[in-house]
């Protein structure tokens, strides 16, 4: 099993170009998860998917854009960089959909450092 | 609103024992989750605790005490390769699914 990967691990971007970062994992995981790591802020959400076809907002969705079509795939897409989106993003997975009281740690990726000039 | 609180830097001397503390406040509260994360690397999982008390896991520990909201790290018989960020993360069930949120991290150094 690969787990998660990211795809790619770096990029340098122009303000104004698009992107979109690949997430994939092989374990199955129903929930899958787009994180950002600012220095001195944790890990902060962007978006998620609680299934094939579906997505949600999170905590700093704006600027991002994502799609599952295919339940082993998570995508990221910035429409319009920006320097404020210079970051190292993250994307986890997570196996079960509802376990209540259940251990549910995600798993992540190897990050994205990507860097808006 | 969902809070994380903890520490932002601890130095600690090899051997010796090291507490991280975490306290948080949210609703619909899922459990408690630890983090290893070290520098440029990927977080990955040390331990969950979803009802009041310690677990224990080899040199690791973490407690959880739900009516006071908050957790500890207890990390024993420090190495070098300990010296990382410790992030504490609480897992809760608003709408839309299971959600988790993260603290900032403890960088935690390790001296010889």
């Known amino acids: 099993n690969a787990g998660v990967t990211q795809t790619p691990k770096f990029r340098v971007l122009k303000t104004g170009q698009s992107m979109t970062l690949l997430c994939a994992q092989d374990m199955n995981h129903e929930y899958m998860y787009w994180y950002r790591q600012d220095p001195g802020m944790g890990l902060r959400l962007i978006h998620y998917s609680v299934g094939e076809g579906t997505t949600a907002k999170g905590e700093v969705p704006d600027g991002y854009n994502v799609s599952r079509l295919k339940k082993q795939n998570f995508l990221l897409g910035l429409e319009s960089a920006a320097p404020s989106q210079t970051s190292v993003y993250f994307c986890?997975?997570?196996?079960?959909?509802?376990?209540?009281?259940?251990?549910?740690?995600?798993?992540f990726g190897p990050g994205t450092r990507l860097t808006v000039t | 609103g969902q809070n994380i609180d903890q520490p932002t830097e601890m130095t600690a001397t090899e051997g010796a024992i090291v507490q991280i503390n975490c306290t948080y406040q949210?609703?619909?509260?899922?459990?408690l989750f630890w983090y290893q994360q070290h520098a440029g690397e990927a977080p990955t999982f040390l331990s969950y605790?979803?009802?009041?008390g310690l677990e224990e896991k080899g040199r690791f520990s973490s407690f959880l005490s739900r009516s006071k909201g908050y957790s500890y790290l207890l990390l024993k018989e420090l190495q070098m390769k300990d010296s990382a960020s410790y992030l504490c993360?609480?897992?809760?069930?608003?709408?839309?699914?299971?959600?988790?949120?993260f603290g900032a991290g403890t960088r935690l150094f390790v001296k010889a």
């Open positions: 605790n979803v009802l009041d």
């Open positions: 993360a609480v897992s809760h069930t608003l709408t839309g699914g299971f959600k988790t949120i």
């Open positions: 949210t609703s619909g509260f899922n459990g």
């Open positions: 986890a997975s997570r196996p079960t959909k509802l376990k209540y009281r259940g251990r549910n740690e995600q798993y």
